[in-house]
């Protein structure tokens, strides 16, 4: 699973095989913990991350929601900046 981004110890990841994985969306590690994003209402729809990565993955992704759909969709990696 390529890696798209690093900030603040959070990792973000996706599966380009759309046809196993149904609803759009990227996975978010931190730690221990791990979640699953939906790309197009950014909301957490899999497993735990604590508030403050929640709230940090949210906001990077609304930066970068455009950029996350077209990879979906093109099925092809891109590296994006984290939160400064």
Not at 3 to 22: D, L, N, P, T, V
Not at 31 to 39: C, D, K, L, S, Y
Not at 74 to 83: A, T, V
């Amino acid at each position: 699973m390529p890696i798209i981004a690093r900030f603040y110890g959070i990792i973000i990841k996706m599966y380009f095989s759309q046809s196993e994985h149904g609803v759009s969306h990227f996975h978010a590690i931190y730690g221990e913990f791990n979640a699953v994003f939906a790309i197009e209402s950014l909301e957490m729809i899999e497993g735990d991350l604590p508030g403050r990565a929640q709230r940090l993955v949210k906001e990077w992704a609304g930066f970068y929601q455009k950029e996350l759909l077209e990879m979906w969709n093109r099925n092809e990696f891109k590296q994006l900046p984290g939160l400064e």
